[in-house]
């Protein structure tokens, strides 16, 4: 896969509408403090943000003069929400959040949440203190993760908002092979791909990884530095 044919494929996704689960505004601070409460927790795995200053709608074309559109504050972010024993959706959700949380909340970045159980795309997402962190760092799984092979089985493009500039935050399923592991397993990772590694996710490349447990990708990284012979 070429970068030119990468960034057109990227471009094309971006400018795709992608208006489901959104809602109209941020929830209350009445409503937040419930969903934290009585909310099924959850983890969430952030696939793109930007600022919700956008207006909420869009004046037709041709309207004469009138009231401008309201702006909603906060950020909207596009995420992919697990529950245990439920099966991985999308959504967006328009939240406001604290400038020191905005820096744990960017794409691939693994956040809690908290669902309604009557209503899954009405939702709140927060950053967990270490006693509620779901997912190791990278750099812990690189620094002391047991080794494997892994086989590109998928490679998909998540960041809505990639502009050609920094590395894209793909959507990696990989098939793992360890020699002190029976039988090989799968995996889905959402993590940033370095613009020079774009070409080893290719179907049927394999890539070196490291990895905690035989899981469904919670404790794996992809050590791209290994993978593209740098080290």
């Known amino acids: 896969m070429g970068m030119a044919s990468a960034n057109s494929g990227w471009r094309i996704r971006a400018l795709r509408p992608r208006n489901f689960g959104l809602r109209a505004g941020a929830l209350s601070g009445a409503a937040r403090r419930e969903l934290l409460i009585r909310g099924t927790a959850g983890s969430a795995t952030i696939l ?6 956008a207006p909420s709608f869009a004046r037709p074309f041709g309207e004469g003069p009138g009231p401008q559109p309201r702006r909603e504050p906060g950020h909207v972010f596009w995420v992919r929400v697990q529950i245990d024993g439920e099966l991985p959706y999308e959504t967006r959700v328009r939240q406001r959040v604290r400038e020191q949380d905005l820096e744990w909340m960017q794409p691939a970045d ?7 159980p009557g209503d899954r795309d009405r939702l709140v997402l927060y950053v967990p203190d270490a006693g509620e962190a779901t997912r190791v760092s990278i750099a812990k799984v690189l620094a ?8 590109v089985l998928a490679a998909a493009p998540v960041a809505a908002d990639y ?3 920094d590395d894209p935050v793909l959507r990696l399923d990989l098939e793992l092979r360890a020699w002190d592991e029976p039988v090989p397993w799968r995996v889905r990772l959402v993590q940033p791909v370095p613009l020079a590694a774009i070409g080893l996710v290719d179907l049927g490349q394999h890539l070196e990884v490291a990895f905690f447990a035989v899981d469904r990708g919670e404790s794996v990284a992809v050590d791209w530095a290994a993978s593209l012979g740098d080290e």
């Open 144 to 151: 002391d993760g047991r080794r494997a092979d892994a086989t």
């Open 48 to 53: 793109g943000v930007r600022k919700g200053s």
């Open 110 to 116: 693994v956040v809690a949440c908290r669902v309604d």
């Open 163 to 165: 502009s050609g500039r």
